[in-house]
């Protein structure tokens, strides 16, 4: 479950901030 909370608060915003920096860079 903690590693679970840890990938959804961290890993999938990271990806979606590097989604949107390759969308508009």
Do not use: K, M, W
Not at 1 to 25: E, K, M, N, Q
């Amino acid at each position: 479950f903690c590693s679970l909370v840890i990938y959804h608060a961290f890993y999938l915003p990271l990806t979606y901030l590097t989604f949107l920096a390759d969308f508009f860079l």
